[in-house]
């Protein structure tokens, strides 16, 4: 086996499943692609203890950690256990400060609480929370990405973006980000590499574009 082969982690968005990733492709003679589950939070367990917990599923050294959305705050709290080579953050934010207004409205009301524990059997809903409004009229599509509704982990995931206290970008974290996003404004962003025109699921619809550079970006040619 060639042992210069880099092994890439992907870690999903907020309530989906490893599809996500089905369009993406990197190639087979230098990358070995290695996919993330969400596991259940137990009781008042913090987002740095979960982080620890699921740094136990990496299972190689000099990693490449690839998280989307939350699974993109994720990523970057994991790389404090697991020490990868490199971090790649898409669809998702670096600092609490990127956070928009309403996320943080959410944060001090305290709202996260008392959102009822149908909704989150409600695809309709789920669709909205992870990939924005406009993914109502595709919800079809959906139902094969978001397969995480329970409540506790629900409510859990919620808490822990709204409430995230990084303060500063973690160092060398390469972020990703469509200007079009609704979910994680692009005006908050800084010092990210721009898709025009991408929004929170570009990770799905404009995998063509990651298939092209992901490859470039892991292997520090670009």
């Known amino acids: 086996m060639n042992t210069k ?23 087979e003679s230098q990358f070995i692609a290695h996919e993330l589950e969400w596991e259940i939070p137990f009781e008042k367990e913090t987002l740095e203890a979960y982080a620890k917990r699921m740094s136990q599923k990496i299972k190689h050294n000099q990693v490449v950690l690839v998280g989307v959305s939350f699974g993109g705050i994720l990523v970057q709290e994991m790389q404090k256990y697991v020490g990868a080579k490199k971090v790649i953050a898409i669809s998702t934010v670096k600092t609490k400060y990127e956070l928009p207004k309403r996320l943080k409205l959410v944060k001090y009301t305290r709202a996260y609480k008392l959102i009822p ?13 992870a990939f924005g409004k406009t993914a109502t009229k595709r919800v079809e599509l959906y139902k094969k990405y978001l397969s995480v509704n329970d409540a506790h982990y629900m409510r859990w995931a919620i808490k822990q973006v709204v409430c995230w206290d990084r303060e500063t970008p973690l160092k060398d974290v390469i972020h990703i980000h469509g200007n079009k996003d609704r979910v994680f404004p692009y005006y908050h962003i800084k010092n990210c590499i721009t898709i025009d025109g991408g929004t929170h699921i570009m990770i799905i619809n404009r995998h063509k574009w990651f298939n092209e550079h992901l490859p470039k970006l892991i292997l520090g040619e670009t």
Do not use: C, S, T
Not at 117 to 129: E, G, H, K, V
């Open 5 to 27: 082969l880099v092994h890439v982690y992907f870690m999903p968005g907020m309530a989906a499943n490893p599809k996500i990733f089905e369009y993406i492709k990197l190639p």
């Open 117 to 129: 524990a149908r909704a989150f059997q409600d695809i309709d809903y789920l669709a909205r929370f």
